[in-house]
């Protein structure tokens, strides 16, 4: 089966600038997860969504934010970039369970840098 | 609040060396808990997992882990390591909640001498 596929590999901003992150689950996966993967930082949850609805959210600024799509796409929008948010952006899917109970799958990550 | 802790940030072993990853969790109540690895150039992946029943977890190339829960605490081990198995490793734990989120540790990054 096809895997957690994520667009674009590379995004080159600026500060003040927008980004839009793009992520595809596996078929038949409800459930979408974002990570920031900083420097040093290792992994932090950013955002979860499944059917369409934000079920939980990380300690970041609202400035982060997202959607899914009707066909379990999701999107991961960071608006007035700022330096410190370069870092691999990790997408991950699993079907749908609102217990958590589902292991995640993780797609390569778009890598994101702010001059 | 959830946390996880892994206190080895790089490990360096030598090939057929016996590994033992420590990952130490704090949550208030029953959890899921995870190992996951990245290896160089690629995604993470799932090396095991534990949900309830034996707390000795096996996972794929010979990967294990124990949960002992009165030290919550879930290390991974392994008894021959191989140059293969050079990778960053992700210990994370969700607690059983609708509401809970899966939390990583910091990662160790695993590097074996040939």
């Known amino acids: 089966e096809a895997g957690v596929t994520q667009s674009p590999t590379h995004l080159i901003k600026t500060r003040g600038q927008q980004a839009t992150l793009r992520c595809s689950p596996i078929?038949?996966?409800?459930?979408v997860y974002w990570y920031q993967q900083a420097l040093g930082l290792g992994l932090q949850f950013l955002l979860w969504?499944?059917?369409?609805?934000?079920?939980n959210r990380g300690n970041f600024p609202p400035r982060f934010s997202g959607r899914q799509f009707p066909n379990y796409s999701s999107e991961l929008n960071v608006n007035a970039l700022e330096l410190e948010d370069s870092a691999l952006y990790l997408c991950?899917?699993?079907?749908?369970?609102?217990?958590?109970?589902?292991?995640?799958?993780f797609g390569d990550g778009t890598r994101l840098s702010i001059l | 609040a959830q946390s996880v802790s892994q206190h080895n940030h790089h490990v360096i072993l030598s090939e057929a060396a016996s590994l033992e990853l420590g990952c130490n969790y704090s949550?208030?109540?029953?959890?899921?808990l995870f190992w996951y690895v990245q290896y160089p150039g690629q995604h993470l992946q799932l090396l095991l997992k534990y949900f309830s029943g034996d707390p000795l977890v096996k996972g794929i190339k010979g990967f294990e882990a124990e949960f002992i829960k009165s030290k919550f605490s879930f290390n991974l081990r392994k008894p021959s390591v191989q140059w293969s198995d050079t990778a960053e490793y992700f210990c994370a734990v969700n607690g059983y909640s609708s509401a809970s989120k899966i939390i990583f540790g910091s990662g160790t990054r695993l590097s074996i001498r040939p």
């Open positions: 969504y499944d059917e369409g609805e934000e079920r």
């Open positions: 949550y208030g109540g029953t959890v899921n």
């Open positions: 991950a899917s699993s079907p749908g369970d609102l217990g958590g109970w589902q292991p995640q799958h």
């Open positions: 078929s038949g996966h409800t459930s």
